[in-house]
């Protein structure tokens, strides 16, 4: 792993951020799946660019959830395979640059989370935030508005902790909805209500509101259908939960389909 330490100033103007050596700001999987379905994964990847080093942290701290959600690039990768869609995912840290909040929100470049300090995003410039923005928020939320088409049917892909602040969560699964077109998420969360044992999250355990980017971004405007799908981290931990998990949302978003 690099440096802790990044190779610029904190407060200087950076050179560009991503260097040769590092990977693209997202990954395109199956770009000619047939589906009308794109599936989106703002927290799909906990990769750090070189210059940035490690943002102070250890390798337990980027292997947390505070870096990434947990199982989500895999069940998207399932779930782009069984319904034949096309999936962004996302390479990059959320400690990096959040995709799923807007430049303007306090949390999209966190000093702090879940309770561990991130040395790496105290005190930056404009010009350090700026080049996070340009090189890894940009690009990847401008790749799914290049994928969208009138038709599409955009589905993101979150996980959750089974646990936080002490309360346990109860919901394998919770579906987000706001504003919008919001009637394809809700059939899937009465579809799922109806057809799994245990609670089903309305809103839960997380509510889509102004904090997130993504999802408005796309679909409020273009009035295109969506979901956003949080799942706990536990189902998510074995080879065996996630293909469960994907099968089940595979078959309830084939049957809610617009």
Same mark, same amino acid.
């Given at each position: ?5 990044? @190779?610029?100033? !904190?407060?200087?103007?950076? %050179?560009? +951020?991503?260097?040769? *050596?590092?990977?693209?700001? /997202?990954?395109? $999987? ?83 989370? @879940?309770?561990? !300090?991130?040395?790496?995003? %105290?005190? +930056?410039?404009?010009? *350090?935030?700026?080049?996070? /923005?340009?090189? $890894? ?122």
């Amino acid at each position: 792993m690099a440096s802790n330490t990044p @190779d610029f100033e !904190v407060g200087e103007s950076p %050179r560009p +951020l991503l260097t040769v *050596d590092d990977p693209p700001p /997202f990954d395109l $999987i199956n770009p000619g799946g047939a589906s009308s379905f794109l599936l989106v994964c703002d927290h799909a990847g906990n990769r750090v660019p070189q210059r940035l080093g490690t943002l102070g942290l250890d390798d337990a701290a980027l292997r947390k959830h505070i870096a990434w959600d947990l199982g989500a690039s895999e069940l998207s990768v399932l779930l782009s395979d069984a319904l034949d869609a096309p999936l962004i995912r996302q390479t990059y840290s959320r400690l990096v640059v959040d995709c799923n909040r807007g430049p303007d929100a306090p949390d999209a470049i966190a000093e702090v989370s @879940d309770g561990i !300090v991130v040395p790496g995003n %105290r005190d +930056l410039s404009a010009a *350090d935030r700026a080049a996070r /923005f340009a090189e $890894i928020h940009e690009p990847y939320q401008s790749a799914i508005a290049s994928a969208i088409s009138a038709n599409t049917t955009i589905v993101a892909i979150h996980s959750f902790t089974p646990e936080m602040n002490g309360v346990a969560r109860p919901w394998e699964v919770g579906i987000l909805h706001h504003r919008g077109r919001t009637d394809f998420a809700l059939a899937v969360l009465q579809e799922l209500t109806d057809c799994v044992e245990g609670p089903v999250g309305d809103n839960e355990p997380y509510a889509m509101d102004k904090i997130d980017y993504t999802v408005p971004r796309h679909a409020y405007s273009a009035n295109l259908p969506y979901v956003e799908i949080e799942v706990r981290q536990d189902v998510l931990s074995t080879p065996e939960g996630r293909s469960r998990i994907s099968a089940l949302l595979a078959t309830v978003l084939q049957k809610c389909r617009p």
